[in-house]
């Protein structure tokens, strides 16, 4: 297993956010972490990085505490993608992807040519090679998310952790995000991806964890979290899991 959460609770300012979740995720892996607003899906993810320290339970990623270990080595196994990202300085794009590319970087920091050509890679994976050269605080918002999925392409790590990565990104470059982790995880690297899209985390997702009140209320196929009761109880409202004449699945509210 590369990252093990056991028995933790996290809280913040107070509060329980986290309580008692225990999950794995092992290489191969995508798991889809979806729930209701508040539910603890970002905690979750932080914890993982090693960005908040449980209250209780153990946190290992790699055989490691994430939230004591030497970040540039943790960041060689994890790279995290926020729901939110700023730069106080006018980067440019391929700039701020090969800002990615520090944990493996010595002496002066300066790109080498590996630097570069994962960089490009990451771009084109992600669509963005065209926006090379402009200015990051001048693009979309789906632009700039694109952009930071490129960084975090570019990282080169095992393990990616992302929330939300495909808010504000058209029909076609969300399904796009989706598939390529969905082929990463195939090449062996591993995915917690936190997202809102029920229907995109259906089709792509591998593995389902449903958060709700702060416990991992139901996990198992994607088919078989949005079909159960806790699903229903957490939203409100049930999920319709039907199917397109291709064969396709697809997800609703009903």
């Known amino acids: 297993m590369w990252l093990q959460l056991s028995d933790v609770d996290v809280e913040l300012g107070g509060r329980s956010v986290l309580r008692g979740v225990s999950a794995s995720v092992s290489a191969g892996d995508l798991v889809v972490v979806v729930g209701p607003n508040g539910a603890g899906k970002s905690t979750l993810v932080r914890t993982l990085a ?8 153990s946190v290992s990623a790699f055989g490691r505490d994430p939230a004591r270990g030497d970040r540039r080595m943790i960041a060689r196994d994890l790279a995290y993608l926020p729901q939110q990202y700023e730069l106080a300085f006018p980067f440019i794009v391929e700039e701020v992807v090969l800002l990615g590319r520090y944990a493996r970087q010595t002496g002066l920091g300066l790109a080498s040519d590996e630097d ?32 930071i999925l490129a960084q975090a392409l570019c ?10 990565p495909t808010t504000g990104l058209d029909p076609a470059h969300a399904r796009g995000v989706l598939e390529l982790l969905r082929a990463q995880c195939d090449g062996g690297s591993a995915a917690v991806v936190v997202t809102h899209d029920l229907d995109l985390a259906l089709r792509h997702g591998g593995t389902m964890w449903l958060i709700a009140d702060g416990r991992i209320a139901a996990r198992g196929t994607p088919t078989e979290v949005l079909a159960a009761d806790a699903t229903r109880a957490a939203f409100g409202l049930p999920i319709h899991v039907g199917a397109l004449p ?3 699945r697809f997800a609703v509210p009903a």
């Open 50 to 57: 090693g960005l908040l320290p449980p209250s209780r339970g």
């Open 116 to 147: 570069l050509a994962a960089a490009r890679a990451a771009m084109l994976a992600c669509d963005v090679t065209a926006l090379a050269g402009r200015r990051f605080d001048e693009l979309s918002g789906g632009e700039a998310r694109r952009v």
């Open 155 to 164: 990282q080169g790590a095992r393990c990616l952790l992302l929330d939300e």
């Open 246 to 248: 291709s064969g396709e």
